[in-house]
């Protein structure tokens, strides 16, 4: 079992920052790759940014320039911090974690959800 669990969502005004933490623990050996997605009500989960053990990240276009991933592999922990939200930025944000167990079993987990509300 893999555990994540999300911190930092919340509301803020237009223009405003937020940072969001995912922390992994469990029966994970190594993760790969860990990234965040966001579902908006009405409207299908959409990935937002990627990063790999290595340090190699993907953005998705809308966050491109006011979003930031990293990690600490140390800790299992990524982070994304949100700058110059929007209010289209307002969904649930998820977070996921893929790698292997210590069996070299495939694992693939997501965390509960944090809400982040952008107002106009």
């Known amino acids: 079992q893999v555990q994540l669990v999300e911190s930092g969502g919340g509301l803020v005004q237009a223009g405003g920052s937020l940072r969001l933490s995912c922390a992994a623990s469990g029966s994970i050996n190594r993760i790969t790759i860990m990234g965040w997605y966001r579902q908006a009500p009405g409207k299908q989960r959409e990935v937002v940014a990627h990063i790999t053990s290595s340090g190699s990240t993907n953005y998705a276009d809308s966050t491109k320039g006011r979003f930031t991933i990293s990690r600490d592999n140390a800790k299992n922990t990524v982070y994304l911090q949100m700058n110059t939200l929007k209010p289209e930025d307002t969904a649930v944000y998820y977070c996921?974690?893929?790698?292997?167990?210590?069996?070299?079993?495939?694992?693939?987990?997501w965390g509960q959800g944090t809400q982040v509300t952008v107002s106009s």
């Open positions: 996921n974690a893929r790698g292997y167990g210590y069996t070299w079993n495939p694992v693939d987990s």
